[in-house]
């Protein structure tokens, strides 16, 4: 028996356009007013993701930064929220040269990319001033490096891997594009490690989650939970671990669908 339905943003919920569209919206709400738990976990950033969902009130909790923070949307409180020390972020930097593209550094509001176009926008702050990062991001939530050549990202993930064992590194890639980067976060956080923090607070097991993905950093919340389903846009090691696909992407509402198809043969 479903219990938690857990939900990816990007190549998952969000269309093409990387917004969510309102039968989206009212059919998760529709659930959750069931007794669903509806979770967002995604690799945004809190501000991002709330943006991105018009302020996911469709969800009971959202979990940001690839599983870094858990956030409890009804009664707006932070349930966990682990940091990367800025001595972490410092040793990154000091991996920078010409082959970079940008390092962005984040919290819970602002992305402050490392850069040489430098503006500011809604949620995106560009700079090549490495003090004023580390002055105004206080809480680091994660951090990622682009390359201008992705082919380069997994030998520097090696070089990473080996020297940086105070955090957790993943190489990632959206299922709608073939570029690579690399995501740092604290060590021992990632999604399918919030999932089962949260879903141990709510006396839910993992074979009760339903969980939605399509990228990098889907594929244990795919894999661990008890149905764990791929997109159809999703990579295909997402798909390998999978117990089952989609029928439609996530152009085409592709979660929404499933869950119709689903609940009406097990009711």
């Given at each position: ?76 409180k932070v ?50 001033d490495l ?99 791929a997109m ?36």
């Amino acid at each position: 028996m479903i219990k938690m339905i857990v939900v990816d943003l990007d190549g998952t919920i969000l269309n093409e356009k990387r917004q969510i569209t309102k039968n989206t919206i009212n059919y998760l709400h529709s659930l959750k007013e069931k007794g669903f738990i509806i979770v967002i976990a995604t690799g945004r950033i809190y501000a991002s993701s709330l943006l991105a969902t018009e302020g996911a009130t469709f969800a009971n909790y959202l979990l940001t930064d690839a599983g870094t923070c858990i956030y409890d949307l009804e009664n707006n409180k932070v349930i966990k929220k682990d940091l990367i020390r800025k001595e972490t972020i410092e040793k990154i930097f000091s991996y920078y040269d010409d082959s970079f593209n940008f390092i962005d550094v984040c919290d819970q509001n602002h992305t402050y990319k490392y850069i040489e176009e430098c503006h500011e926008g809604r949620s995106v702050i560009a700079t090549k001033d490495l003090d004023y990062i580390l002055t105004q991001c206080n809480e680091i939530t994660h951090a990622a490096i682009s390359l201008k050549d992705y082919n380069r990202v997994p030998a520097l993930y090696t070089k990473l891997k080996k020297e940086m064992t105070d955090a957790d590194i993943i190489i990632m890639q959206d299922s709608f594009k073939e570029n690579k980067w690399l995501e740092i976060f604290p060590k021992g956080c990632n999604k399918w490690n919030a999932i089962t923090y949260l879903a141990e607070t709510l006396s839910i097991k993992a074979e009760e989650i339903m969980a939605f993905g399509d990228g990098g950093n889907d594929i244990e919340m795919i894999e661990k939970c008890g149905f764990g389903i791929a997109m159809k846009n999703a990579l295909p090691s997402i798909k390998e671990v999978a117990n089952d696909i989609t029928t439609f992407d996530y152009k085409e509402e592709g979660v929404i669908k499933y869950l119709e198809k689903y609940f009406r043969k097990n009711e």
